[in-house]
């Protein structure tokens, strides 16, 4: 069984930009979540959706943005890049959201993306 | 407020030597879930474990085993007779009411030496 597929894993950018980043989940997850890793905040979850909906919300600005398709394949946006943006991104899925799930977060290799 | 809390920064053993690592969680819920993940090189975070808040049992898989103590708030992971392939950085999590918006540790990062 395939896992969390993340692309691209590497991506340059420029401040100001915008930047999309997908998620493929392991087959059967209809529960994607995104998290943000830098070396200063650590881990931090930017937000979950499921069935197409996002269902919590992290504490970031609005220019961090996601969807979810109905195949439950994830998109993130980061539009008018900083130079803080620059982290590992990680796309994590699971079976069912919240307290259903039976099944805990599975991660992906990450998106690095560098803001210059 | 919800908080975990990883004292360890990084972690050297010789390899067969055993190793536990520590983690202390803050949470106001009665029901929680608690994880240790590991992060090795490559980036992927790979789940190892997940305790409910109303299991106290202690867990072994292996050379892996859990403590967990409510009364003192801690879930600490130990290592037994660990190995160079345990080289990594280990987070523990904390997810209130099983939401999957995890709280993560520092992370401890541990080495261990041939």
């Known amino acids: 069984k395939a896992g969390v597929t993340q692309t691209p894993r590497y991506l340059i950018k420029t401040r100001g930009q915008q930047v999309t980043l997908s998620c493929s989940p392991i087959?059967?997850?209809?529960?994607v979540s995104w998290y943000q890793q830098t070396p200063g905040q650590g881990l931090q979850f930017l937000f979950e959706?499921?069935?197409?909906?996002?269902?919590n919300k992290g504490n970031f600005p609005g220019r961090f943005s996601g969807r979810q398709f109905s195949n439950s394949r994830s998109e993130m946006n980061v539009s008018t890049l900083e130079l803080g943006d620059s982290a590992l991104y990680l796309c994590?899925?699971?079976?069912?959201?919240?307290?259903?799930?039976?099944?805990?977060?599975?991660f992906g290799n990450g998106t690095r993306l560098t803001v210059t | 407020a919800q908080k975990v809390t990883q004292a360890q920064t990084e972690i050297s053993v010789v390899e067969k030597e055993d190793v536990t690592l520590d983690c202390v969680y803050e949470?106001?819920?009665?029901?929680?879930?608690l994880f240790w993940y590991k992060q090795p090189p490559s980036g992927e975070l790979v789940f190892l474990i997940r305790?409910?808040?109303?299991?106290?049992q202690n867990e072994i898989s292996g050379r892996y085993s859990w403590n967990f103590q409510k009364s003192t708030s801690s879930f600490n992971f130990t290592i037994t007779a660990s190995q160079v392939v345990d080289s990594a950085v280990y987070f523990c999590?904390?997810?209130?009411?099983?939401?999957?918006?995890?709280?993560f540790g520092t992370g401890t990062r541990l080495t261990v030496i041939p």
């Open positions: 087959s059967g997850h209809r529960s």
């Open positions: 305790r409910n808040s109303f299991d106290e």
């Open positions: 959706y499921f069935s197409e909906t996002q269902r």
């Open positions: 949470t106001r819920d009665t029901t929680y879930y």
């Open positions: 999590a904390l997810s209130e009411t099983g939401a999957n918006n995890l709280f």
């Open positions: 994590a899925s699971s079976l069912a959201a919240g307290a259903q799930s039976r099944s805990p977060l599975h």
